[in-house]
C-alpha cells in the first residue's frame, strides 16, 4: 500500500497461465477461508479461466496494519486493483466477488472508480451502514451488531497477544445467547478489555445518522459508482434492507446511464449463512437451492469475457416464498397495494382476542387497543432468544398479552406481497421513549403462524425529538422487504409490540440511552393504538400477481 503496509493475498489460476481477467475478493476471516462457506472453492473459478486472487484486507489474516472495518477498504481496494493490473498474468479487467464483509469491500473499493475494475457482484452487504448494517429506523441490530463484534474482536485479541481480552472473548462466544442479556451492553466486559480496539464499542455509541457512518460507506456517494453490480440478498438475512436499498440506490443514482442500467437484483429465501431450501423451520423446495456459483460465472464471463451470457437475464429476480417459485421483475417492484385496516373492539391482545384486517376502514369510533411494555419481561425475537434467523411458527408467542394481533379473513384468492410493506399507526405512549415492532405472519389452516417479515421505529428517531407522551402520534414507517404468497385458505396477520429482544435492543423507556441501560433504568410503559373514524390505522401491502 503507499503507506508502507504489506496486503497478503493467495493467488489462483488455470493451469493453461496467460493473460486472463481476474476476480478479486478481499475478506477479514482468513484467505484460505475464501467465503467457502457459500461459494464454490476459488480453484473452481480458476479452472473456469479465471485468475482469482483472496486477499486478506488490513490487519487480517497475514496482511500488516491495524484492522477498522469498513474504514481502509476504499483506498485499499483500489490499491490492489491498480496492483493486480501490473501483474503478468493480469489482461488488466478485474471483477470482485463475495458476501456480507466482502460485499462492502466491493462497494467501497467502486466508489474510488479505479481503471480496470468492471464490474462487481456483492451480496447481503448495505451502501448504507448505520440504516442497513447497524440499526433499523433508530433501535440498534443487537444481536448481529454484538455478536458479530465479539468475532471480529477475537482475532484482534490474538493478534495483539491479550490473553486476558481472549479469554473473555472466547467465553463470550462459547455462549452467545447470554451476551445479549448482558446490562448494559455497550459496557460488556469483553468489548471493554484493555488494548482492544475501540469500533464496537464506537458503534453503540454513534446511533445516529452522521459523518462518523458516511466516511466508512457510500451512502452519500451513490453517484461515485459507475460500473455494473449484481446484488444477492436473502429474505431472511439480517442485512436484506441494506442490500436491496443498495440496489435501489444505484438503479437511481449511480454515476453514468450504463450503470443505473446494469444493477441486478436476485433475492431468494435465505439466511446470512447457508443458502439452500431449509429456512428456520421451512423447506420452500428444490427451487430455493439456486446455484450462486454458476449464476457468479455467467455474471464474469458477461463482463469480463464479452460472452453475452447475461444479456437475458431479468434486472430482478426474487423467490416468491410460500408459492416457492422464482418470478421476474425489470423494476423494483412492479406491484400495487392492498390496505388492510386495523379493528378491534378493544381487545386485540394475543391470538385469541379480537383484532381484525379489513380491505374497509373503520366506520364508528372503535376504542383503541392497549398493551403494556415490560423491558424486564420482552417480546422475544420471531426466532427466539438466540434471535436465529429463518421463517419461525409464531404461534406459541401470539398467546401473550403483550402484543397485538390483527388477522384477516380467509383470502379467497392467492396474495403476493413483494416489496416492503408500509404501516402507518395512530399511537400514543406513555413514554417519551418507545419503540413499535410490526410484523407480518402468514396464518396456515392449521393455526400455525410463520414468520414473514418485520419492521421496527423509535420514537426518539423517528420524530427527530419531537414527540410527547400521550399524545397521539401517526407512526409511519417502512417493515423489511419481502416476496410471500399468501395462498387460498390462508389468513394475513400482523403482530405489534413494543419490542422484539434480541434481534434489536431494548427501549428502557426512559432517557437513558439503551446502550447504558440495566435493570435499574428500565421503565413500563403503556401504548394505545387507535383505529377510529378520525385515526385510521392501516398496513399497504405492496402486492404483484404471481408470472
Known amino acids: 500500500m503507499s503507506d508502507g503496509v504489506v496486503l497478503v493475498s493467495d493467488h489462483y489460476g488455470p493451469e493453461s497461465g496467460g493473460k486472463l481477467p481476474t476476480l478479486l475478493m478481499r475478506q477479514p476471516y482468513g484467505s484460505d477461508i475464501a467465503s467457502t462457506v457459500v ?82 457482484a456483492p451480496a447481503m452487504a448495505a451502501h448504507d451502514l448505520y440504516r442497513g448494517w447497524f440499526y433499523n429506523n433508530g433501535a440498534l441490530r443487537l444481536a448481529s451488531s454484538l455478536g458479530w463484534g465479539l468475532q471480529m474482536l477475537k482475532e484482534d485479541a490474538r493478534r495483539c497477544g491479550l490473553g486476558q481480552a481472549s479469554h473473555l472473548l472466547e467465553r463470550a462466544w462459547a455462549d452467545l445467547p447470554a451476551q445479549f442479556l448482558q446490562t448494559p451492553y455497550g459496557a460488556h466486559p469483553a468489548i471493554k478489555s484493555q488494548g482492544l480496539p475501540s469500533y464496537v464499542t464506537d458503534w453503540l455509541e454513534h446511533d445516529a445518522p452522521e459523518e462518523f457512518w458516511s466516511r466508512m460507506d457510500l451512502s452519500e456517494r451513490v453517484s461515485d459508482i459507475n460500473i455494473p453490480a449484481l446484488h444477492v440478498s436473502g429474505w431472511f438475512d439480517t442485512y436484506v434492507k441494506g442490500t436491496i436499498d443498495g440496489f435501489r440506490a444505484l438503479t437511481a443514482k449511480a454515476g453514468s446511464e450504463f450503470a443505473r442500467a446494469n444493477q441486478y437484483l436476485v433475492a431468494g429465501p435465505w439466511v446470512h449463512i447457508p443458502w439452500g431450501s431449509r429456512i428456520g423451520a421451512k423447506d420452500f423446495g428444490p427451487a430455493a437451492e439456486l446455484d450462486t456459483d454458476a449464476l457468479l460465472l455467467r455474471w464474469f464471463n458477461h ?166 407522551a400521550d399524545s397521539t402520534r401517526q ?71 404471481l408470472d
Open 303 to 468: 463482463w469480463l469475457k464479452d460472452s453475452a451470457e447475461f444479456a437475458h437475464e431479468p434486472r430482478v429476480q426474487h423467490f416468491a416464498m410460500n408459492a416457492n417459485k422464482w418470478c421476474a421483475a425489470e423494476t423494483w417492484p412492479e406491484a400495487g397495494t392492498v390496505n388492510l385496516f386495523l379493528h378491534s373492539a378493544g381487545r386485540a391482545n394475543s391470538s385469541r382476542g379480537d383484532g381484525l384486517l379489513s380491505a374497509t376502514a373503520a366506520s364508528d369510533n372503535q376504542p383503541a387497543d392497549i398493551f403494556v411494555v415490560d423491558p424486564e419481561v420482552p417480546v422475544v425475537a420471531p426466532g427466539g432468544i438466540s434471535s436465529a434467523s429463518g421463517c419461525f411458527n409464531q404461534a406459541v408467542m401470539e398467546q401473550g398479552n403483550n402484543l397485538l394481533v390483527y388477522t384477516g379473513p380467509v383470502i379467497e384468492h392467492s396474495l403476493h406481497v413483494f416489496g416492503a410493506p408500509l404501516v402507518s399507526l395512530w399511537v400514543a405512549t406513555s413514554t417519551f421513549y418507545a419503540d413499535l415492532v410490526v410484523k407480518l405472519v402468514c396464518v396456515r389452516g392449521n393455526g400455525d403462524a410463520d414468520f414473514v417479515t418485520i419492521g421496527i421505529a423509535r420514537s426518539s428517531f423517528l420524530f427527530a425529538g419531537n414527540y410527547v
Open 475 to 545: 407512526w409511519t414507517f417502512e417493515m423489511e422487504p419481502t416476496s410471500w404468497v399468501f395462498a387460498r385458505g390462508e389468513r394475513v396477520r400482523i403482530e405489534i409490540a413494543g419490542g422484539s429482544f434480541p434481534l434489536f435492543d431494548k427501549n428502557p423507556g426512559t432517557a437513558v440511552k439503551p446502550r447504558e441501560a440495566s435493570s435499574w433504568n428500565w421503565t413500563r410503559s403503556t401504548h394505545l393504538v387507535y383505529h377510529d373514524l378520525e385515526r385510521p390505522s392501516v398496513i399497504h401491502l405492496p402486492v404483484a400477481a
Open 39 to 120: 461459494y464454490a472453492h476459488p480453484a473452481w473459478f480458476a479452472r473456469h479461466g479465471y485468475n482469482v486472487v483472496i486477499q486478506d484486507v488490513r490487519g487480517r489474516g497475514q496482511s500488516e496494519g491495524e484492522f477498522y472495518p469498513f474504514l481502509h477498504e476504499e483506498k485499499d481496494g483500489a490499491e490492489t486493483i491498480a496492483w493486480l493490473r501490473t501483474l503478468p498474468e493480469c489482461n488488466g479487467k478485474v471483477g470482485m466477488y463475495g458476501f456480507s464483509y466482502q460485499g462492502m469491500t466491493q462497494l467501497l473499493a467502486a466508489v474510488s472508480r479505479p481503471e480496470g475494475l468492471m464490474c462487481i
